[in-house]
């Protein structure tokens, strides 16, 4: 007696009927994934100062000039800047911070980020105090990127690789705040006329 031989039961439309359903499924379970991210980069609002980056977002908190940054500089023990400012040129320092916002938070790298301005190309930072680490959802991470940028640049485009960018102003060379000096403030007022 003679066996038939092994094989796929079933007529050959049943096949092919087979196959477009598990395509159908698997077009299903990537549009669904697909669909899911669109939505949840949507829910996390991005405000003037803030762009969004895969898990969260980074918010510049302020621009300073390098002096002013060091004026201002509130710890010891932070060091000093104290390698020369190629000619032509001014350092930055850009305070952000880093918000985790869904799934595994986001992933912090300080060389992801660069400052193109108007006459340089896109640059990376020449100096950071930002960990190399990831900011969970739901926790935030603060540091400073220190750029180089043509002194004489008022605005410039801070990016993420991997996110979006980000008008800032750059403060002049020689910008003054009044906030680090000391003749401006309720101590050294004027004493009221009698």
């Known amino acids: 007696m003679s066996r038939a031989p092994s094989g796929p039961a079933g007529p050959p439309w049943r096949r092919v009927g087979l196959v477009l359903v598990v395509a159908a499924a698997v077009l299903v379970v990537v549009g669904g994934a697909v669909w899911s991210l669109a939505r949840t980069a949507a829910t996390v609002p991005v405000g003037a100062d803030e762009l969004a980056v895969p898990g969260g977002l980074v918010r510049v908190d302020r621009v300073l000039t390098a002096e002013q940054a060091m004026a201002g500089m509130a710890m010891p023990g932070m060091g000093t ?3 020369p400012v190629p000619e032509g040129e001014k350092r930055v320092s850009v305070d952000v911070t880093v918000l985790g916002a869904r799934g595994d938070g986001v992933a912090v790298d300080p060389d992801a980020f660069t400052l193109e301005a108007p006459g340089a190309g ?15 959802a739901g926790s935030r991470l603060s540091g400073t990127l220190v750029f180089d940028v043509p ?16 008008d800032v102003p750059l403060p002049a060379e020689d910008a003054h705040d009044p906030s680090h000096d000391p003749s401006h403030g309720p101590s050294h007022a004027p004493a009221p006329s009698p």
């Open 81 to 83: 800047d104290a390698d």
């Open 122 to 136: 896109a640059r990376p930072p020449h100096r950071s105090v930002l960990p190399t680490t990831t900011v969970p």
């Open 151 to 166: 002194a004489d640049a008022t605005t410039g485009v801070l990016g993420v690789a991997g996110g979006g960018a980000l």
